[in-house]
């Protein structure tokens, strides 16, 4: 069986080439990094991707019989914004469509219906574009996915190691249920390889608030935090403040409401077994050691 995982280099992208390539599929990837920063690059053939060019998709998707989606953006970058890159997913589902893809498996975010902001709006768009497109596919909708790379828990952890004070916004009772990138590349072959077509929840084994998630990230590093509570529009106010600064931004206006206060989290199936206490404690003189960037994410499995 031949893969194409879109962005397979990436955080998630590369847990799931390496789950396939450990169990003797073929893969191969389009991209937006040099094949060099991945240990497995070698056994991944990439080519530089145009998702704004149906023909050179359909070209690069030749020869392949499911499509693994991890493509997006997490903010708007030069001209391509969130319109674009819903257009540009649509491209690359009819390619699939056009060269005979047997299923899709496209990745989204928990609970994107009903919420204000353009980047829920356009997941909702590409959910949409993934199944009218008529290929076999299932979405999937994980919260949080951690493991070695992931940028929010590193960088509350960078930002502990600064200073004991963890601001919060809202009452910080608004659920996690986090899963670790290992059992996520599991669920997401799986999906591959069966005919569920549909809406699918990437969730963990534990549910917590995210005061607890923040405890517990700070006792793991031996910084035990004193949590503030605050507005989420005075936190939203500091963090763009505090983006300015840093190249890659703290929390955006969405993550602040949608995924934190308002993320609509109600306790699901596991879909995993790893648990983040568990993975905190094995990473713990790594963890936030330095501030992470979303192009500057360690490789290392």
């Known amino acids: 069986m031949t893969y194409m995982v879109t962005g397979a280099f990436s955080f998630t992208g590369r847990h799931v080439a390496k789950r396939l390539l450990e169990e003797g599929e073929e893969v191969r990837t389009m991209t937006r990094f040099p094949q060099s920063a991945s240990p497995f690059a070698e ?5 530089p991707f145009d998702y704004d060019d149906v023909g050179a998709l359909t070209q690069a998707l030749r020869g392949c019989d499911r499509l693994i989606n991890t493509y997006w953006r997490r903010q708007p970058e030069g001209n391509l914004g969130y319109d674009r890159v819903v257009q540009q997913s649509k491209n690359l589902f009819a390619a ?27 997941k909702c768009a590409t959910e949409r574009a993934v199944r009218e497109c008529t290929v076999s596919s299932v979405v999937v909708r994980p919260q949080l996915v951690f493991g070695d790379g992931e940028l929010l828990i590193n960088n509350l952890a960078w930002t502990l190691r600064q200073s004991r004070l963890a601001a919060v916004p809202g009452d910080g009772q ?8 290992s059992d996520y590349a599991e669920l997401i072959v799986g999906l591959s ?34 949590i503030l509570h605050v507005h989420p529009k005075f936190f939203d106010r500091v963090a763009r403040l505090i983006n300015r600064f840093v190249e890659e931004p703290t929390v955006l206006d969405y993550e602040v409401y949608g995924c934190l206060v308002e993320n609509g989290v109600v306790p699901r199936e596991p879909q995993g077994t790893r648990r983040l206490v568990d993975w905190l404690r094995d990473h713990a003189d790594s963890l936030g050691r330095r501030y992470a960037d979303q192009d500057r994410r360690p490789f290392s499995g």
Do not use: C, W
């Open 193 to 226: 390889r069966n005919r569920r077509d549909g809406v699918v929840n990437g969730v963990g084994p534990d549910v917590m608030t995210y005061d607890d998630m923040v405890s517990m990230v700070g006792n793991a590093i031996g910084r035990k935090p004193r």
């Open 174 to 181: 608004y659920l996690m249920q986090p899963i670790h990138a």
């Open 43 to 47: 056994a991944v053939p990439a080519v």
């Open 96 to 122: 699939a469509k056009a060269v005979g893809i047997e299923r899709i498996v496209h990745m989204s975010i928990n609970d994107p219906h009903g919420k204000k902001f353009p980047y829920f709006r356009a």
